[in-house]
């Protein structure tokens, strides 16, 4: 029987996106095409069975492989997405119906700032969310069955397979790590948390398979690793459209700063006498400096923009380096201390060919022509197939229709 449904409706390329403000009557997803912003009262039902997606709200690398995915799943799949990230940024960048469920399973890496990890407060706030998510198995359990969900997808969290293993649906895990990778460097430095660890490892080992990215760390913790290709956005330039809308330099070597929250004391006067090279960052306010040039995201689509830049600067996460793979686009970066996939991405950049390490110190400075030069000279060295969304989106659609997960 078909529930009224509060919704907070977003543009979809096909649909729309819903928001229930209450899960107890959130019973199922339709196809709508109502104008951006819509908010109103839906009825609502379905009978088919659904695709349940959980996707870390840490960073922005998580949503953007998974909507991704999402958009290439067929849109005859219900699709289910429990996550706490923006609605508004779901509804951005996944291109499908589905339906939005608010909860938080992990926590990622806590960060004291942009580019250092807190150890100590992320393992104390996993602590209490592993507590909350014992309590409420059951009730977890329950939302799957209303719900009607017949596959339980989780980039990255552990506890989903829990749940899914629960309801006896299959769990499967996407990614270039678990937390368990991230994790253990914290645990050895806090041995306390060892059981901990423990526990999760055990969770990611409820899964039935585990879709294993380029880039990835051991995840040797989650069975039945498939290999897949790259997931990543591709873009096209759109360099003389930038150059008119910003009235900037076409011809000038543009690079563009993409290194989240901008650090305080980061050094943008310097970056300003570079008169050759045109520096460009991605805000919706202003930029750090008048003689930066700012891309409003809302306006422009960022793999575009990333493909119309000649280096990029900052520090890699898995979605910058899978985006610069894509545009082929140099990288000009400094590492983050104390995520233990800083590492590993460094070792990949540095095989593929198109990248310039930079210490912390010398980039906060603003003393990067050397780095910004060698950069835009590189040449890639290896080939990555970029098809890894589309792969993904196969392999769940036939886990979904029953056909099991197999390796093509």
Request: one cysteine or more; a negative charge; aromatic letters at 8%.
């Amino acid at each position: 029987m078909a529930k009224q449904l509060v919704a907070w409706v977003a543009k979809q390329q096909e649909g729309g996106l819903l928001l229930s403000q209450n899960s107890a009557i959130a019973e199922s997803a339709v196809k709508l095409t109502p104008s951006k912003g819509e908010i109103g009262i839906f009825e609502l039902e379905r009978s088919t069975m659904a695709i349940v997606y959980y996707i870390s709200a840490h960073g922005f690398g998580h949503a953007v492989r998974s909507s991704a995915i999402i958009s290439k799943i067929p849109s005859e799949i219900p699709l289910i997405v429990r996550s706490n990230i923006l609605p508004k940024l779901l509804s951005e960048i996944i291109e499908r119906p589905f339906t939005l469920e608010p909860a938080e399973f992990d926590c990622g890496a806590i960060q004291k700032d942009g580019f250092t990890a807190d150890g100590p407060a992320t393992l104390a706030r996993y602590s209490e969310i592993h507590l909350a998510n014992s309590r409420r198995l059951k009730e977890e359990i329950q939302f799957l069955e209303r719900n009607k969900g017949k596959l339980v997808v989780s980039d990255v969290a552990s506890f989903p397979m829990v749940a899914a293993q629960s309801a006896g649906i299959p769990g499967i895990v996407v990614g270039n790590f678990t937390w368990v990778d991230i994790y253990e460097p914290f645990v050895e430095h806090q041995p306390s948390y060892r059981s901990l660890l423990d526990e999760m490892r055990a969770e990611y080992g409820m899964a039935t398979a585990c879709l294993k990215l380029p880039l990835s760390m051991p995840m040797a913790n989650v069975p039945q690793a498939i290999n897949i290709p790259l997931v990543c956005r591709i873009g096209e330039s759109i360099r003389p459209a930038l150059a008119g809308w910003l009235d900037i330099d076409l011809d000038k070597k543009w690079a563009l700063a993409y290194i989240g929250q901008y650090p305080v004391d980061f050094d943008w006067e310097r970056l300003a006498t570079y008169e050759d090279w045109q520096f460009l960052v991605i805000a919706r306010d202003k930029p750090p400096h008048p003689s930066i040039a700012m891309i409003d995201p809302d306006r422009f689509h960022i793999p575009d923009i990333f493909a119309s830049c000649d280096v990029l600067l900052g520090k890699p996460g898995y979605g910058t380096v899978a985006d610069a793979i894509a545009a082929d686009r140099s990288l000009a970066y400094a590492l983050p201390t104390g995520f233990a996939e800083a590492d590993l991405l460094d070792r990949e950049i540095t095989s593929w060919g198109r990248g310039v390490r930079i210490d912390r110190e010398t980039l906060f400075k603003g003393d990067i022509r050397p780095a910004l030069e060698q950069a835009n000279q590189s040449t890639s060295k290896r080939v990555f197939p970029l098809n890894g969304a589309d792969v993904a989106a196969e392999l769940l659609a036939d886990a979904w229709r029953g056909k099991g997960v197999t390796a093509g």
